[in-house]
């Protein structure tokens, strides 16, 4: 990210009269703990080195003026504080035109328009969260640029209000949450239902977190997403017609072993089973990590993608290959897909020393199957929405 290009063509579109204030807002991957979150259980996520720029400078009218330097090619797109109504030919700008708008329906004072610049490096299509770091840089920029003093956790559910109602994306909560409450070197054990969080920290020793993209765009995502709430629907209905439970999130295993007679269609089962293992492999992550045990947390991490390929059947060849492959190579102690599945993103969990030979033999290898080649990234664990300096 070249800090002298973006304040330049901050300053040749809008020249401002005033200082340029900086905001950054990371990406995010989710550890483990993935489809559980609808189930009513836990996720492990992390906000990422990677991440959403916003440059921006009060206006002395009521106009707000974005540009981004991902989508040059809109130009400035310009809109007014007292009309922000969702506009399809705004593209990439009704994410922050979302964020404005909640900010005064909840009734928070903004006398005056703004300029601001976007700029992204999270890569397109990933699976990193892009939509909702871009949500979380545009709210720490009002609470600076205004004056407003909003608590954190608001604000998350702020954005992801936005996200659902404005955009018009059926998401949880996760993504708003991981980017706005990160915390360098650590993860957040998250609870989606009732908010509880805590951090752990991720003390990988002498291993790294390498994120590897499949270059699969997500083409199958959403229709499947809903069909496996379905399905899991369905199973939770047929358990809850003996156990009273609200969420697929509230059985042990044990609990799920002796009950799971009750739904009696297989497929449902599977996803079933896949919500519950996969909650307390999300819990015992936790502890892994407390204990030093990256060995364990690795092994967790295999164990998840085995559960999302064979019982919630969401990876597809692209991934499984990548994992795989990734898996056959020294120095790597786990790997899984990340985030709804069916392309996007794998983790992997390797040994800095083996870095460059892993990234290597997984090109050529994932090539030779797919027909085309991984693209990977190298994040450290970041700390969530915030100013900076540039």
Known sequence: MNKEKLV??????????????????PGRINLIGEHTDYNG???FPAAISFGTYALATKRTDRLIKLYSMNFEETGIITAELDNLAYNKADHWANYPKGIVDYFIKTGMELDYGFNVLFYGDIPNGAGLSSSASIE?????MLESLYQLDLDRIELVKLAQKVENQYIGVNCGIMDQFAIGMGKKDHGILLDCDTLTYQYAPVNLKDNTILIMNTNKRR???DSKYNERRSECERALAAL????????LGELSIDQFEQHQALIENETERKRAKHAVYENQRTIDALMKLKNDDIIGFGKLLTA???SLQYDYEVTGIELDTLVDV???QEGVLGARMTGAGFG?????LVANDHVEKIMNNVIVNYHEKIGYKPTFYQATISDGAKQIEL
């Open 8 to 25: 330049r063509t901050f300053t040749q579109l809008f020249q401002p009269n005033e200082p340029i204030q900086t905001f950054f807002a």
């Open 41 to 43: 259980g836990h996720v």
């Open 136 to 140: 979380l840089a545009t709210g720490v």
């Open 219 to 221: 083409e199958l995502a």
């Open 240 to 247: 809850q017609t003996k156990l009273p439970i609200n969420s």
């Open 304 to 306: 998840s993608h085995r």
């Open 326 to 328: 990734t898996l056959s």
């Open 344 to 348: 996007g993103c794998a983790i992997a």
